[in-house]
């Protein structure tokens, strides 16, 4: 007789092409299920999945309606996380909890409760990650639905370089970068709209203010000071960011290049910072929720997700 699974906060796994299993937590599963017919294994894997997402955002309005603004979960499920080894498949290890929550990226070895998030294991800053999806030509095994996490000045297991996690379907994987774009863009959360990092521009120690309201500007000197030079965020020239290599005091170089709407000349700005990976993303970040701001799609599923 097959034990009875609970969906909620549940998981459904493939371990190979025609099985399949549903956990409720790693210790509570049905056992392998075995299906013969592929679409009929894809129809069962999406009923589950399906399910168990609707309980899930339910419980995430639940949750939700005693959390402030900025501090609402985006996101929470299952995910897998591949050790890659040169040479070697992706090896399997236990699954993590994912929770987006405000501007958090928590990593729980169980489902968690809001009682329990104080005691979240792995917690990173959104603003300070890089998330990207792995294209499926850069998959290291038969997992079709990965994505890698980098952080910035992180320590643990998050210091080694790129994490790379997967999940079971293509709608998982949107629904985690769709939450951590949300992540970002939410407005209440106003620790990422405001960020200033200490550089050296001219051989002059100055301050890099990055503001969601006004964009990117330069003060020297004490703190209120009127800025050197300021620019709107859309005008920064991405494709063109250039890091210089690293120069002997240990500072590392980058080059700004601003656009002038009306005039189209292109001014570059060079500056020396100490912790540039972390400067990178928090402007990855920036303009990542400036550009999704304006897109009235995105705008109108955060609203319905509400």
Same mark, same amino acid.
């Given at each position: ?113 809001? +009682? ?12 300070? +990650? ?177």
């Amino acid at each position: 007789m097959w034990p009875t699974v609970p969906l909620m906060m549940g998981y459904v796994t493939r371990h190979a092409l025609g099985n399949g299993q549903v956990r409720a937590r790693p210790h509570l599963t049905t056992g392998v299920i075995h299906v013969d017919d592929p679409a009929a294994m894809s129809q069962w894997l999406k009923s589950i999945s399906d399910n168990i997402v609707g309980l899930t955002n339910l419980q995430m309005k639940l949750l939700n309606r005693n959390l402030p603004a900025g501090e609402r979960i985006e996101y929470m499920g299952w995910v897998y996380e591949g050790v890659v080894q040169a040479a070697q498949p992706l090896a399997d290890v236990p699954p993590k909890f994912l929770i987006l929550k405000g501007t958090d990226v928590m990593l729980f070895d169980v489902s968690m409760n809001t +009682t329990e998030l104080a005691k979240c294991p792995e917690s990173l800053k959104v603003y300070q +990650t890089m998330f990207r999806i792995v294209k499926e030509s850069e998959t290291v095994d038969w997992r079709q639905h990965c994505f890698l996490v980098q952080a910035s000045g992180a320590s643990g297991p998050s210091a080694a370089g790129p994490r790379y996690f997967s999940v079971e379907t293509r709608q998982d994987l949107l629904r985690i970068e769709a939450a951590w774009t949300a992540a970002i863009v939410n407005p209440s959360s106003g620790s990422v709209y405001k960020k200033t990092f200490t550089v050296v521009h001219g051989g002059r120690a100055a301050g890099l203010t990055l503001d969601w309201a006004t964009g990117f500007s330069l003060s020297e000197g004490t703190p209120g000071a009127l800025p050197v030079w300021a620019y709107r965020l859309f005008i920064l020239k991405l494709q063109i960011f250039s890091t210089m290599g690293s120069s002997d005091d240990g500072k590392s170089k980058l080059k700004l290049h601003f656009q002038d709407a009306e005039t189209r000349v292109i001014e570059t700005k060079e500056l020396e910072c100490q912790i540039l990976q972390s400067l990178l993303f928090c402007m990855h970040a920036f303009l990542t929720a400036k550009v999704a701001s304006v897109d009235p799609a995105f705008l109108a599923s955060i609203q319905h997700s509400n």
